[in-house]
């Protein structure tokens, strides 16, 4: 892959290396220049969603309105958590002072952040120079270490959401798709990233150009920030009746306070026999099994997620006590809680703030 080549094409092998120490006498006056850090296991996904409209824009504009460089931790090629690798045009202090960097993590979000302490004060150096520092998916974690999400709206991917705010308590986490404040902004990742670029496009170049770019990736609404990650309860479990979704989404709201049939069913509008047979006809369980199932799931991705002792989980997602929890647990998933943290990678066990 060749980045740069996107942008403009070079007359000679070592054009990119000119780039990579900031100068670049080919790109056009107004020329924005992009750096992209990768770090190992970042999401591909969220990266192609992010350069691409860049690539687009240039295209239709017929100039280099963008053009950007890779760069990794070492210098050295990094492998997507696709398997893919990526070359990379240097270290990030070869990127020199771009208009704009994304950090782009994936997997371990934490770990590969905690593992690279220097990248803190390179990025709290690039900020304080002008340069619109933002995270992409788990790029997040390694802008809060930083210190530069301290008291501004942040973005991160809904699986992380539960261990980012756990321990950047500084941070104002959001649920939105993108954040964009005081020149830092934040994404959750995937698609997400292709509205935040198409944000960006909007906002230095006009709705229209930002419009031919969403069509030409067959992207017929730009999502706003606000937008929600998730699916709606409707959509993800394919309820068709109203007040059956209205019930599912009252039980996930209440994990730690599970509502009782009873209280579900007054509160959507029906009679807990009524509650009882659309849920047996549509989701095919009982109301009390399917609470009990969404319980169970954020236990489990607590326990994989964050570093909560076991009894602040069990209180977490409604449990009188752990040894209840455990008991549920043991009986969806085949083991313990307990089990369930021993058998993670050591590279998912969380350390300490």
């Known amino acids: 892959m060749n980045p740069a080549s996107s942008s403009q094409p070079t007359r000679r092998q070592g054009a990119a290396q000119r780039r990579c120490a900031g100068a670049s006498p080919e790109a056009a006056a107004g020329t924005r220049r992009l ?72 997997l371990d979000a934490l770990q590969l952040t905690l593992a690279h302490p220097r990248l803190k004060g390179q990025l709290r150096q690039l900020a304080a120079h002008g340069c619109q520092v933002g995270g992409v998916s788990g790029g997040s974690f390694l802008l809060a270490e ?55 496009i909007r906002e230095h170049h006009g709705g229209e150009l930002a419009n031919a770019v969403a069509e030409q990736f067959i992207h017929p609404r730009i999502r706003e920030q606000s937008d929600d990650q998730r699916m709606d309860s409707g959509l993800r479990y394919r309820i068709t009746h109203p007040r059956l979704a209205d019930a599912v989404r009252l039980m996930e709201s209440a994990l730690g306070k599970p509502l009782g049939l009873a209280g579900i069913a007054d509160r959507v509008g ?37 570093a909560a002792p ?29 089990d369930e943290r021993r058998r993670l990678r050591p590279t998912m066990r969380i350390p300490a703030p």
């Open 310 to 338: 076991v009894r602040a989980i069990a209180e977490d997602c409604g449990f009188d006590s752990a040894s209840h929890f455990s008991q549920a647990y043991k009986r969806l998933h085949g083991c313990r809680p307990s």
């Open 35 to 106: 750096g992209f850090l990768l770090l190992p296991q970042f999401s591909m996904m969220a990266f192609s969603a992010a350069i691409e409209p860049l690539r687009a824009a240039n295209r239709l504009r017929g100039k280099p309105l963008y053009e950007w460089n890779l760069a990794s931790v070492d210098g050295s090629a990094v492998v997507a958590s696709n398997g893919i690798s990526i070359a990379v045009q240097g270290a990030l202090g070869a990127l020199g002072r771009p208009d704009m960097l994304l950090v782009c993590v994936g």
């Open 270 to 306: 029906l009679s807990p026999r009524q509650i009882e047979r659309l849920f047996a006809q549509q989701l095919g369980t009982t109301p009390g099994q399917f609470h009990l199932g969404l319980r169970l799931a954020r236990g489990r991705h607590l326990l994989r997620e964050t």
């Open 146 to 200: 930083a210190g530069l999400l301290d008291g501004r709206r942040c973005s991160v991917h809904w699986e992380y959401a539960e261990l980012f705010a756990q321990r950047y308590a500084r941070a104002r986490l959001v649920p939105d798709l993108f954040v964009v404040d005081d020149g830092v902004f934040t994404c959750s990742g995937g698609t997400a990233a292709l509205d935040l670029m198409l944000h960006f």
